[in-house]
Nanobody
Framework: QVQLVESGGGLVQAGGSARLSCAASGGTFSSYCTGWFRQAPGKEREFVAA???????YVIDSVKGRFTISRDNAKNTVYLQMNSLRPEDTAVYYCAAENTVLMITTQRDYNYWGQGTQVTVSS
């Protein structure tokens, strides 16, 4: 069973950058598909990006060209590099993982979740 810990959130000015990390322990992380979700105040949690065990990556249209997901299996860590941040990117960001060959974009298909990290983008 894998445990996930996110880090790297904080207060960022609009147009700035931040890199979120999702560190895993307790499993063969290289076998997992890992996703990032976010939940803004008063809104439902939404999928942002995912990377599968083969390194294939997928991001939603609203962050395409600004956010990049990557993984370092040697460090059991998945990253979300966020550039050109906007106030509407403000949310709690969660990472999630599932031991599968698939690319997963839906919350219900992830069994392992981190506690979340707050990202606040000021205008």
């Amino acid at each position: 069973q894998v445990q996930l810990v996110e880090s790297g959130g904080g207060l960022v000015q609009a147009g700035g950058s931040a890199r979120l990390s999702c560190a895993a322990s307790g499993g063969t992380f290289s076998s997992y598909c890992t996703g990032w979700f976010r939940q803004a105040p008063g809104k439902e949690r939404e999928f942002v990006a995912a990377i599968n065990r083969g390194g294939g990556a997928y991001v939603i249209d609203s962050v395409k060209g600004r956010f990049t997901i990557s993984r370092d299996n040697a460090k059991n860590t998945v990253y979300l590099q966020m550039n050109s941040l906007r106030p509407e990117d403000t949310a709690v960001y969660y990472c999630a993982a599932e031991n599968t060959v698939l690319m997963i974009t839906t919350q219900r298909d992830y069994n392992y979740w981190g506690q979340g990290t707050q990202v606040t983008v000021s205008s």
